[in-house]
């Protein structure tokens, strides 16, 4: 069954995990369903996404029972425009599915002023489909911090990445073990758009070929705990505390069942995440 967008799941105070709401300023998921060209931010930032370059009748797609926007490899982005807090503390969360060998940089979440590379960006995560994962973060005097993980990726599984900044380092995650670090300073402040899945600059195509969902934004660094929360299953900051059920939360990688109920013996789109 299609985990299609539920008539009941709660965000902050309504939320059963709460804690995972809090400095949440860009909260994008596509597996509660399709918005046509828009993407809803639940952060009550109102920090809409925008589909450019996307067709809304093809792009959204059912993976492992629930919605996540495909992006080509061309031109896909999702602009977020430029009010999402990026300067000081910040995390970066999201689930990601390879679908594609290229391109060579995959954006997942960017935050970039101008079209001059890295110095004019705040924060990026981005994947390599072969030599694995990068997040990297430029602090106030343009210095630029930047951690990589040798975890490769494949195509057809659902892959959860968190990037960390916080005032003595830059933390990679990868399904909810750190990967990477480095000493590291602060983002720096600035009103740069805030862009999922597509990025180019005067040199480099960072241009997704991906599967995204449960897309998170930060103006805080997530504790270790907090980004292992994130990693048990897409969408689960969206569980209802009401009707969160009694299971135990597996790892990202095992086949764990929607948190959602109409009923305790009815559980809308069993069947796992991947």
Same mark, same amino acid.
């Given at each position: 069954?299609?985990?299609?967008? *539920?008539?009941?799941?709660?965000?902050?105070?309504?939320?059963?995990?709460?804690?995972?709401?809090?400095?949440?300023?860009?909260?994008?998921?596509?597996?509660?369903?399709?918005?046509?060209?828009?993407?809803?931010?639940?952060?009550?930032?109102?920090?809409?996404?925008?589909?450019?370059?996307?067709?809304?009748?093809?792009?959204?797609?059912?993976?492992?029972?629930?919605?996540?926007?495909?992006?080509?490899?061309?031109?896909?982005?999702?602009? @977020?425009?430029?009010?999402?807090?990026?300067?000081?503390? @910040?995390?970066?969360?999201?689930?990601?599915?390879?679908?594609?060998?290229? %391109?060579?940089?995959?954006?997942?979440?960017?935050?970039?002023?101008?079209?001059?590379?890295?110095?004019?960006?705040?924060?990026?995560?981005?994947?390599?489909?072969?030599?694995?994962?990068?997040?990297?973060?430029?602090?106030?005097?343009?210095?630029?911090?930047?951690?990589?993980?040798?975890?490769?990726?494949?195509?057809?599984?659902?892959?959860? /990445?968190?990037?960390?900044?916080?005032?003595?380092?830059?933390?990679?995650?990868?399904?909810?073990?750190?990967?990477?670090? /480095?000493?590291?300073?602060?983002?720096?402040?600035?009103?740069?758009?805030?862009?999922?899945?597509?990025?180019?600059?005067?040199?480099?195509?960072?241009?997704?070929?991906?599967?995204?969902?449960?897309?998170?934004?930060?103006?805080?660094?997530?504790?270790? $705990?907090?980004?292992?929360? *994130?990693?048990?299953?897409?969408?689960?900051?969206?569980?209802?505390?009401?009707?969160?059920?009694?299971? %135990?939360?597996?790892?990202? $990688?095992?086949?764990?069942?929607?948190?959602?109920?109409?009923?305790?013996?009815?559980?809308?789109?069993? $069947?796992?995440?991947?």
């Amino acid at each position: 069954m299609i985990n299609q967008q *539920l008539s009941r799941f709660a965000t902050h105070e309504n939320s059963a995990y709460p804690q995972l709401w809090r400095g949440c300023v860009g909260a994008w998921c596509p597996s509660l369903g399709p918005s046509g060209s828009r993407l809803h931010d639940y952060s009550r930032r109102n920090n809409w996404g925008t589909l450019t370059n996307m067709d809304p009748a093809t792009d959204w797609i059912v993976s492992g029972g629930q919605y996540a926007l495909d992006c080509d490899a061309t031109d896909d982005q999702i602009d @977020c425009g430029p009010n999402v807090p990026s300067g000081g503390a @910040c995390s970066v969360a999201a689930w990601v599915q390879r679908i594609g060998a290229t %391109p060579n940089h995959n954006t997942i979440a960017a935050s970039k002023g101008g079209l001059q590379g890295d110095s004019e960006s705040t924060f990026a995560l981005y994947f390599n489909a072969f030599l694995g994962w990068s997040w990297f973060v430029v602090d106030s005097s343009n210095n630029l911090t930047i951690v990589r993980s040798n975890t490769s990726t494949s195509t057809g599984v659902w892959y959860f /990445a968190c990037g960390v900044a916080s005032a003595s380092a830059i933390t990679l995650y990868i399904d909810g073990q750190q990967r990477a670090t /480095a000493a590291g300073g602060l983002a720096k402040s600035s009103n740069h758009v805030t862009k999922l899945a597509g990025l180019t600059d005067s040199a480099t195509s960072y241009a997704s070929n991906a599967m995204l969902d449960d897309v998170r934004v930060y103006n805080r660094a997530l504790s270790f $705990g907090e980004q292992l929360l *994130l990693s048990r299953r897409r969408g689960i900051a969206f569980t209802p505390r009401a009707r969160r059920l009694a299971v %135990p939360e597996q790892a990202a $990688g095992g086949a764990t069942p929607w948190l959602y109920a109409r009923r305790r013996s009815q559980i809308i789109g069993a $069947g796992g995440v991947h």
